[in-house]
């Protein structure tokens, strides 16, 4: 138990040393080229809850959900406070397109049990002043994979818009038709894709981030739209 919490750990401080390398053409490579590297101290997770006697596994699950969160929560402690804001995005995005991927990784269900109460621990201990969503890496690979508008769509889903709304069109064809069309609209569209995933993680961390995507599209979109039109 105790090599295994160990484990845990190094694999949180070795993915924070990751975070700058969040980007469409990295992330895969990295994310497979580190699970490979934990993938021991995952299946020991799994094996430790397995192997405890029955009436036992819940309280192995909550006793490793908790690693992470505790040492992440003392380190925070002693840090000044600004340095707590700029490391809250770096711990909370480690967390969400790291940490938790490579625990729900294999669909264990009892890794994918401690990557859900971690998570709950994460938040309910007030780690950052940012809030840790569940995640998973088919949705974030996947994501980087179909190319998606990934700021404007998470935007018009806010708005309980469809995939296929007429903002979304528009800002495809523009994109499609127009930007894609020279070489320097090429290279913003590769620079867009890199960055916008992390933008869209850590806008979903904030508390406000309902009032965030509303004012993206009164101020951002909305004008965006116009000027296409």
Request: glycine share 4%; hydrophobic share 35%; proline share 3%.
């Amino acid at each position: 138990m105790e090599q295994t919490k160990q484990e845990l750990i190094q694999l949180f401080e070795e993915m924070l040393t990751q975070i700058k390398h969040f980007k469409r053409k990295t992330y895969e490579g990295i994310f497979k080229d580190c699970y490979d590297k934990y993938k021991g101290t995952v299946a020991a997770v799994a094996r430790l809850c397995e192997e405890a006697p029955e009436d036992e596994r819940e309280a192995v699950a909550a006793e490793l959900a908790l690693v992470i969160p505790d040492y992440a929560f003392e380190k925070m402690q002693a840090l000044s406070k600004g340095k707590k804001e700029r490391f809250s995005v770096d711990y909370n995005m480690n967390m969400a397109v790291y940490v938790v991927p490579m625990l729900t990784y294999t669909h264990n269900e009892y890794c994918e049990k401690i990557a859900s109460k971690m998570v709950e621990a994460w938040n309910e201990k007030g780690v950052t002043t940012l809030t840790l969503g569940q995640s998973s890496y088919d949705d974030i690979a996947g994501g980087f994979k179909k190319g998606f508008c990934f700021i404007t769509t998470a935007v018009c889903e806010q708005q309980d818009k469809p995939d296929d709304c007429y903002e979304l069109r528009t800002l495809r064809a523009y994109r499609d038709d127009y930007m894609m069309s020279t070489e320097d609209g090429k290279a913003l569209v590769e620079e867009y894709y890199d960055i916008a995933p992390g933008i869209v993680q850590i806008i979903n961390m904030q508390k406000d981030a309902e009032h965030i995507y509303e004012a993206l599209y009164r101020d951002c979109l909305a004008p965006c739209i116009s000027c296409i039109e």
